[in-house]
Structures are given as C-alpha cells and as structure tokens.
C-alpha cells in the first residue's frame, strides 16, 4: 500500500502561481509512475500531467502544457506540480496518484492504483 498526501492548494488571483507538493509512505520502494488529475464542479476527473520513476520522462495535457511543471524527489518520496499563468478554468481539486506502470506515462484514471484525497486549487479572475 502506498499513501499519497497532497498539500499547497489555495486561492490565487489569474496569472499567479502555486506549486502542489505530494508526499509518498509505505510500500515507497517499489518504483511508480507519479500522476496528477484535476476535478472540478460537475466535471469528471481528468488527467494534468504524469512522471515516470525515472523522472526522465514527462507528460502534460494539452492544456497546461507550457504552464505546468511535475517534478519528484526520490529522495524525500516527493512529487511536485509548479503551476504558472494560473487560470480561472484551473479552478479545481487536485489529485494525487500512483501507478505500477512505472516505464510509462499513463493518462487514464484506471491506470492508476492510488489516490491521495486532494487538494483545492482555486483561481479567481
């Protein structure tokens, strides 16, 4: 089992950043790819962006591409998400995940086998 806590959420004005922080504990050894999803108000869940173990490789919704960084520490069993040039549609519960398939970059939710319990991320225009 691993346990995934997010943190860093808040209320940021358009065009502002916040950088969500992910800590990782329990099974940390074993290698996962490190995903991040966004849910807002009557929306489904929906993929922002993913890291392999390796943290060599990297991918982004079209969406927040160029705006959005996901980084990890290993180390610290951290996963990070800066996010610049904040929008209002960026408003929404950032999630947390793990997923076995450490070598690739998956986008969709079933790929995932954890969760943490989110945070709130909202932009005001």
């Known amino acids: 089992q691993v346990q995934l806590v997010e943190s860093g959420g808040g209320l940021v004005q358009a065009g502002g950043s916040l950088r969500l922080s992910c800590a990782a504990s329990g099974r940390t050894g074993s290698g996962y790819t490190m995903g991040w999803f966004r849910q807002a108000p009557g929306q489904e869940r929906e993929f922002v962006a993913a890291?392999?173990?390796?943290?060599?490789?990297?991918d982004y919704a079209d969406s927040v591409k160029g705006r959005f960084t996901i980084s990890r520490d290993n180390a610290k069993n951290m996963v990070y998400l800066q996010m610049n040039s904040l929008k209002p549609d960026d408003t929404a519960v950032y999630y947390c995940?793990?997923?076995?398939?450490?070598?690739?970059?998956?986008?969709?939710?079933?790929?995932?086998?954890?969760w943490g319990q989110g945070t709130q991320v909202t932009v005001s225009s």
């Open positions: 890291i392999t173990w390796s943290g060599d490789n990297t």
């Open positions: 995940a793990a997923s076995t398939f450490y070598w690739r970059l998956p986008r969709a939710r079933r790929e995932y086998d954890y």
